[in-house]
């Protein structure tokens, strides 16, 4: 399983504006995290109960999708399926349409292979 996450997020995952990206459970609980800066796993524990409102906040329909901006940098949290929530930290130059573009191709391949 480990080698399909990889293979799906590999755009996101090569991208050097691009230092972390993770996917977490509908409990917070992270299942695949990539990182290329020891410095974002701070981070880690602060997305874990963020997930976990997204997820509360989806089930609700309130909303889609989450953005957050930080310290020059973009956080997005995308649901890929009903129990997976996509994060993605970015840098602030990174192109957001682009970002949002292979988010969407991920979503539609990851429910092909899951």
């Known amino acids: 399983m480990k080698e399909v996450i990889e293979e799906l997020l590999r755009p996101i995952i090569l991208d050097e504006n691009i230092p972390f990206?993770?996917?977490?459970?509908?409990?917070?609980?992270?299942i695949y995290i990539h990182?290329?800066?020891r410095q974002v796993l701070s981070l880690v524990d602060?997305?874990?109960?963020?997930?976990k409102v997204l997820i509360n906040y989806i089930a609700s329909g309130y909303f889609k999708d989450a953005?957050?901006?930080m310290a020059g940098s973009?956080?997005?949290?995308?649901?890929?399926?009903?129990?997976?929530?996509?994060?993605i930290l970015?840098?602030?130059?990174a192109?957001?349409?682009?970002?949002?573009?292979d988010i969407e191709s991920i979503k539609s391949e990851f429910e092909k292979h899951v």
């Open 90 to 93: 970015a840098a602030e130059d």
């Open 67 to 69: 953005e957050f901006r």
């Open 74 to 87: 973009h956080l997005l949290l995308s649901p890929i399926s009903k129990t997976l929530v996509l994060a």
């Open 35 to 37: 990182f290329k800066d």
């Open 21 to 30: 990206v993770g996917i977490y459970r509908v409990d917070g609980v992270p």
């Open 95 to 101: 192109s957001i349409y682009k970002l949002r573009i």
């Open 46 to 51: 602060w997305l874990e109960s963020q997930v």
